[in-house]
């Protein structure tokens, strides 16, 4: 990506090991691509229904420190949703084994976003976005 941003969609995963600091193969790169993400060297978004998969992941902890959270995930990344047809067509998709990685799909493309960054790529075999890993996408924006 020479003289273009990379526009990458940060699936559920990625935000959730970010945020909570949990152990994860990827712990690092999480929080390399999210400070990649706000230091501008590529354009970063997450879907709009990430954001209450993350409310409720994290409804243990006080309402202060998950709002907190939010609002630092939604000022680094740009919240993105799917149109009414492309949600119809997610429904129709029997290829993902997951509905809501399909979702994810749906609002990557909505975004033309380059990929879908994601802990799970063989979740997305079948996603017009194509999906990489976090060590992949840092090789990118390096």
Not at 62 to 70: A, G, V
Not at 95 to 106: G, I, N, R, T, V
């Amino acid at each position: 990506m020479k003289n273009e941003k990379l526009k990458i969609l940060i699936d559920t995963n990625i935000a959730i090991t970010y945020i909570s600091g949990r152990e994860d193969k990827y712990s690092d790169e999480c929080v390399a691509i999210f400070n990649n993400c706000s230091n501008g060297r590529c354009d970063g978004f997450i879907a709009q229904h990430s954001i209450s998969t993350i409310w409720y992941y994290t409804r243990r902890l006080p309402q202060n420190i998950r709002r907190e959270w939010l609002i630092n995930i939604c000022t680094a990344l740009t919240v993105v949703g799917a149109s009414h047809n492309s949600i119809i067509d997610a429904i129709k998709k029997e290829e993902f084994s997951d509905f809501e990685d399909c979702l994810q799909d749906k609002c990557a493309a909505e975004a033309h976003c380059d990929y879908i960054v994601t802990a799970n790529t063989t979740d997305f075999k079948f996603s017009e976005v194509s999906a990489i890993t976090p060590a992949d996408c840092l090789n990118l924006i390096d």
